[in-house]
C-alpha cells in the first residue's frame, strides 16, 4: 500500500481562500511524516517558486499545480448571464515540461480569460498545453461532479472520456473528497466511484486542504466570509 500524498492543498495565495502560509504548511507536513506534497491554489502559481525551496529545504517532493477554473464555453466568452458559472479541474505537473505548461496555462487565464475577477482557461487551451501534466476531475465544482449532481449521467460519461483522451489514460483521475459538512458528497462519491469502474478511469483521494488544524476551521469560514 503506497503512502498517502495530500494533492489538493490550498495556501495563502488562495487569495481569501486559503488561510496557510507556505512554510508552516511545508513544516507541518514534514512533521507528520509526509513524504511528498503538492500546492494547488486557486487560478495561479503564486507560490510555487517559495513551496518549492521550502520543500528542497524540508526533504519533501514539491508536487506543483494549480486549481484551474474552466470555463463553460470559451475563455474569450465573457456573458455575465452565461459564463458567470464556472468548473473546477486540478492541474499538477509530472516533469518540467509539465510546469512550463502549467505556467502558459494560468498566464493566458489571467491574460486572456479573465472574467469575474476569476482566470479561467478553457479545453482549447488545455489541448494545446497538456503535456506533462496530471489532471483530477476536481471537487464537487467540477464539470464532472456538477453533471453528475444533475442527473446527467452519459454526458458525464462523455466529459470523463473527453479529459481521459486529452490528458492521457494514466495522467487522469476521478476525484474523489470527504468532507462530512457538505451533505451531498458523500452520494457524489458513490456516483464518481461507479463512474470510474465503468469506465476504467483510476480513482484518487484528496482532502482539499485549506488549514492545518482542526481549530482553524472557525478563522477559515471567517477569512472566506471576507
Do not use: W
Amino acid at each position: 500500500m503506497s503512502e498517502f500524498v495530500h494533492l489538493h492543498v490550498h495556501s495563502h495565495y488562495s487569495l481569501l481562500d486559503g488561510l496557510t502560509q507556505i512554510k508552516p504548511l511545508v513544516k507541518t507536513a514534514k512533521a507528520r511524516g509526509f513524504k511528498a506534497l503538492a500546492l494547488t491554489d486557486l487560478g495561479s502559481m503564486y507560490g510555487a517558486i517559495e513551496f518549492y525551496e521550502v520543500c528542497q529545504a524540508e526533504d519533501i517532493k514539491p508536487i506543483i499545480g494549480f486549481e484551474a477554473y474552466l470555463a463553460p464555453r470559451s475563455r474569450f466568452a465573457k456573458d455575465p448571464a452565461i459564463d458567470s458559472v464556472l468548473y473546477r479541474l486540478i492541474l499538477l505537473a509530472e516533469n518540467y515540461t509539465g510546469y512550463k505548461n502549467l505556467l502558459k496555462l494560468t498566464s493566458a487565464g489571467h491574460l486572456e480569460g479573465f472574467f469575474n475577477n476569476k482566470p479561467r482557461l478553457d479545453k482549447e487551451l488545455l489541448r494545446v498545453n497538456h503535456e506533462g501534466i496530471i489532471a483530477l476531475s476536481g471537487p464537487i465544482e467540477g464539470e464532472i461532479p456538477q453533471l453528475l449532481k444533475m442527473g446527467q449521467i452519459e454526458k458525464a460519461k462523455s466529459v470523463a472520456l473527453e479529459f481521459r483522451e486529452l490528458f492521457g489514460k494514466d495522467n487522469f483521475y476521478l476525484e474523489l473528497e470527504d468532507h462530512p459538512a457538505i451533505p451531498s458528497q458523500l452520494e457524489m462519491n458513490t456516483k464518481i466511484i461507479q463512474l470510474g469502474n465503468e469506465l476504467s478511469v483510476p480513482l484518487v483521494v484528496t482532502r482539499d486542504v485549506h488549514y492545518l488544524n482542526q481549530d482553524e476551521a472557525e478563522v477559515q469560514d471567517i477569512l472566506a466570509c471576507i
